[in-house]
Nanobody, 119 residues
Framework: QVQLVESGGGLVQSGGSLRLSCAAS????????MGWYRQAPGQQRELVAS???????NYADSVKGRFTISRNNAKNTVYLQMNSLKPEDTAVYYC?????????????WGQGTQVTVSS
């Protein structure tokens, strides 16, 4: 069982920066494919960025060049550095995890953290 706890959301002006953190419980963090998703009101949840166990990142086109995902296996934590924020980045951001080495692994989710970008 993996529990995820996000932090770092808040209110920021357009062009500003925020860093989200997601701390995972347990001792299998190094085996987890980690991701950040977001969901704006009335919209479907979408993948923002992911990072595999080798540290290779993947980004949605809408955030490439502005957001950076990273992980610290020693701290069981994944980060999302968000720069040059835009009002359209406003959403609840969710951390996700899945065992990269088990095809039938369930997805784990955090409770979400609100990010609001004012214009």
């Amino acid at each position: 069982q993996v529990q995820l706890v996000e932090s770092g959301g808040g209110l920021v002006q357009s062009g500003g920066s925020l860093r989200l953190s997601c701390a995972a419980s347990g001792n299998i963090f190094s085996l987890l494919l980690m991701g950040w998703y977001r969901q704006a009101p009335g919209q479907q949840r979408e993948l923002v960025a992911s990072i595999n166990t080798y540290g290779s990142p993947n980004y949605a086109d809408s955030v490439k060049g502005r957001f950076t995902i990273s992980r610290n296996n020693a701290k069981n934590t994944v980060y999302l550095q968000m720069n040059s924020l835009k009002p359209e980045d406003t959403a609840v951001y969710y951390c996700s995890a899945k065992n990269q080495y088990i095809a039938s692994s369930r997805d784990y989710w955090g409770q979400g953290t609100q990010v609001t970008v004012s214009s």
